[in-house]
T-cell receptor
Framework: GNSVTQMEGPVTLSEEAFLTINCTYT??????LFWYVQYPGEGLQLLLK?????DKGSNKGFEATYRKETTSFHLEKGSVQVSDSAVYFC???????????FGTGTRLTIIP | NAGVTQTPKFQVLKTGQSMTLQCAQD?????MYWYRQDPGMGLRLIYY???????DKGEVPNGYNVSRLNKREFSLRLESAAPSQTSVYFC?????????????FGPGTRLTVT
């Protein structure tokens, strides 16, 4: 079956630090990969996506590259801000399947 | 354009009581979903509906029932609440099909069962 493994949190960084949140997956076939973000008190929202190997998804300064050889989709940002404090979820979707599989989430806190 | 709305925002139940969580979307989406979010577990799919009139079980359907009342509304019912159902519940919707990945979430319902 499908599964997504994220690095354990919580992660605390200073403003302007470099961010990496690791995500690896197990899936049959060629899934599409996503990062969702959940700001305090809100529902999840799609941050970025990549639909095939070597694709790079990007949005709001965040990037993630779909690496088929390492089954990974790590989230990166060069300089984080306090407003990036949130919980980040890695997820996958197999072609022909409507159900997203989520990782457990990584809580990120940025301190000024 | 309200997106996905959920009621209530908070609820406290005693063991054995029943309740229905309501969800509505105004984006004309075909697919709707109910998830629960528990610490350390991420989001787990309870039920989903790929179109009006159809529903399917997700990963953790036991103890829940759903109704896709029409294209806009998708309700989740707990017939006899248990403490293990204490969680935050999220409703979501998507266009479905090839765009199933882009799900829009409501603000959630925080449920406590004592």
């Amino acid at each position: 079956g499908n599964s997504v493994t994220q690095m354990e949190g919580p992660v605390t960084l200073s403003e302007e630090a470099f961010l990496t949140i690791n995500c690896t997956y197990t899936a049959t076939g060629y899934p599409s990969l996503f990062w969702y973000v959940q700001y305090p008190g809100e529902g999840l929202q799609l941050l970025l996506k990549a639909t095939k190997a070597d694709d790079k998804g990007s949005n709001k300064g965040f990037e993630a590259t779909y690496r088929k050889e390492t089954t990974s989709f790590h989230l990166e940002k060069g300089s984080v801000q306090v407003s990036d404090s949130a919980v980040y979820f890695c997820a996958l979707l197999n072609f022909g399947n409507e159900k997203l599989t989520f990782g457990t989430g990584t809580r990120l806190t940025i301190i000024p | 354009n309200a997106g996905v709305t959920q009621t209530p925002k908070f609820q406290v139940l005693k063991t054995g009581q029943s309740m229905t969580l309501q969800c509505a979307q105004d984006m004309n989406h075909n697919s709707m979903y109910w998830y629960r979010q528990d610490p350390g577990m991420g989001l787990r799919l309870i039920y989903y509906s790929a179109s009006e009139g159809t529903t399917d079980k997700g990963e953790v359907p036991n103890g829940y029932n759903v109704s896709r009342l029409n294209k806009r509304e998708f309700s989740l019912r707990l017939e006899s609440a248990a403490p293990s159902q204490t969680s935050v519940y999220f409703c979501a919707s998507s266009e479905g099909g090839a765009r199933s990945y882009e799900q829009y979430f409501g603000p959630g319902t925080r449920l406590t069962v004592t």
